[in-house]
């Protein structure tokens, strides 16, 4: 089975030193980036020259099927977990030394909510984190691409038996197993989240959702190749 259809439009807010909008089947979310030329305490009190990329994820009150309370920032316990698993993954691809003494921070904004919002964030937010870099690159406030490699994201799951890629929200809510996965252009595995939700499972299924996932994290790789050609 293949992935919900992906469609990334780069550059959608002005000002931004980089941003993206990015669809994944009927999910939306709007991923921007911002370059502050200092870093946080914690790390400026190691007197590196290293710099930090970090996230902040939110959701839309009407971006599902009911309104939710309008979240200030990441302030939420729900969005708080997706913006550090989203800070995480993306720090994963980049070399801190190569940023220097800069911090990149990535805001998602869920427009439209049917399912795997916090790994369309992730695969949005690698296309804004590098649209940024290039800037930085081209202004010469960086000699060298900090990004290692692409990084993609993909929700999994078992619903009715069966093992499902990119699972929406309505297949979501029946899974039996719900999985996040991520992974680099390289193969690499970034992060492995799974849950029984209804039943247990077996390191069989394991595998297989984990295989299924990377072959999906292909197709979004691809589809953000095409879009940003060559890292370096």
Request: proline content about 3%.
């Amino acid at each position: 089975m293949k992935t919900r259809p992906i469609k990334i439009t780069k550059n959608y807010i002005k000002h931004a030193e980089g941003s993206c909008m990015i669809s994944m089947g009927n999910t939306m979310v709007l991923c921007v980036a911002t370059v502050e030329e200092k870093v946080p305490p914690f790390i400026e009190s190691r007197g590196t020259q290293q710099g930090w990329v970090t996230a902040e994820y939110s959701m839309l009150p009407r971006a599902g099927k009911e309104r939710s309370s309008r979240q200030k920032g990441s302030s939420g316990g729900r969005s708080q977990e997706i913006s550090r698993l989203i800070g995480r993954s993306l720090r994963a691809v980049v070399d801190m030394q190569k940023l220097g003494p800069r911090t990149i921070i990535l805001d998602c904004d869920v427009i439209k909510a049917d399912g795997g919002t916090r790994t369309a964030s992730i695969n949005g937010s690698f296309i804004a984190l590098a649209l940024a870099v290039k800037k930085l690159l081209k202004a010469g406030k960086i000699t060298q691409n900090p990004i290692n490699d692409y990084l993609g994201a993909l929700s999994v799951g078992i619903v009715d038996g069966k093992k499902i890629p990119d699972l929406c929200y309505e297949q979501d809510v029946k899974a039996e197993v719900d999985m996040n996965i991520v992974s680099t252009g390289a193969g690499k595995l970034v992060e492995v989240q799974g849950t029984a939700e209804g039943k247990v499972f077996s390191r069989k299924d394991l595998n297989d959702l984990i295989d299924l996932a990377q072959s999906g994290i292909k197709e979004i790789i691809a589809t953000q190749k095409t879009i940003m050609g060559k890292l370096n």
